[in-house]
């Protein structure tokens, strides 16, 4: 029996996670299931951090469901609920729209991810549905397994037919929001904003392109005010942005040659090789981890 216990023993140690310090920070994240009973705080930078005090979006609202309720990565920075809800409300306002699918936020200590995205650490991004919520009583099932709708053609160079003035609206109205930075869309959905904005064109310097963006858009909210250790990224470039969607479209349609290498250019950083672990991201992320 006392042989027994021991080699129990062994084999429990053995397999034990190893919460070591080389033990990739995505899995120490990826195994938290709630929040962190702590002061609500983003520390770090959207690809590199992590949140305290997470709140989580309610699977179902009023105006908006969360889906693949699976992932567990329907947590945020409160001012993100606060925000997502917001927008929820505006959106139910357009025909055929009872509110917004709202797809991944953050992982709810946020965190690097076991799979997709790089960023999405802080619980300051949120990724929003192109498909129109045309009802908010989806069970949980459908929520795994139906899918968004693209609205802009494969190439991403223009917008297609699911493309509405109903899009146009929601996104305005998310851009207009103080509390956000950026948002990201194809380069066709963009150029197609700008070509249909007849009004103040301010917002629009807020709308970004970049690929992979046409089933769903990603809000960015900058750091909340007066946050410490929250780091923004540089503003966008002055400007409505739209001769350089524009440029993206061209380069879609027209890839320019490769460009010859320069013999002479500094040579770039060797990147850190294998994934974060948790020295990797802000001191602050270790209390986040191990708080309860
Ligand atoms: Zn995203």
């Known amino acids: ?170 996104l305005r109205e998310a851009a207009k929001d103080k509390r956000v930075a950026r948002i990201f869309v194809s380069p066709g959905i963009k150029v197609q904003m700008c070509k249909d904005e007849t009004g103040n064109r301010r917002w629009l310097r807020k709308i970004r392109s970049w690929p992979y963006h046409n089933y769903h858009f990603h809000v960015r909210l900058a750091c909340p005010k007066g946050a410490k250790g929250c780091t923004n990224q540089n503003p966008p470039p002055k400007g409505d942005g739209c001769a350089e969607a524009q440029q993206w479209v061209n380069n879609i349609l027209n890839p320019p040659p490769p460009k010859p290498k320069d013999p002479n250019a500094p040579k770039a950083k060797p990147r850190k090789k294998g994934p974060y672990v948790l020295a990797d991201l802000p001191q602050q992320c270790a209390s986040v981890l191990q708080s309860q």
Request: hydrophobic residues 40%; charged residues 20%.
């Open 1 to 170: 029996m006392t042989l027994f216990r021991i080699i129990l023993s062994v084999l429990v140690l053995a397999f034990a996670a190893p919460v070591g310090a080389q033990t990739p920070a995505k899995q120490l994240f990826g195994a938290k299931d709630t929040g962190s009973r702590q002061k609500p705080a983003a520390y770090g930078s959207y690809s590199k951090g992590c949140v305290a005090g997470a709140a989580e979006l309610a699977e179902t609202g009023p105006t908006w469901q969360a889906m693949r309720l699976s992932r567990n990565r329907n947590w945020g920075h409160p001012d993100l609920v606060d925000y997502l809800q917001d927008l929820s409300k505006f959106a139910a306002k357009q025909p055929g729209w009872k509110g917004l699918y709202i797809g991944d936020l953050s992982q709810p200590r946020g965190g690097p991810m076991l799979s997709g995205h790089r960023s999405h650490q802080m619980g300051l991004d949120a990724d929003i549905w192109m498909l129109p919520a045309s009802r908010i009583n989806l069970s949980r099932n459908t929520r795994e397994n139906i899918s968004s709708i693209s609205v802009s053609s494969k190439n991403e160079a223009s917008v297609n037919g699911n493309w509405s003035r109903a899009h146009h609206r929601i």
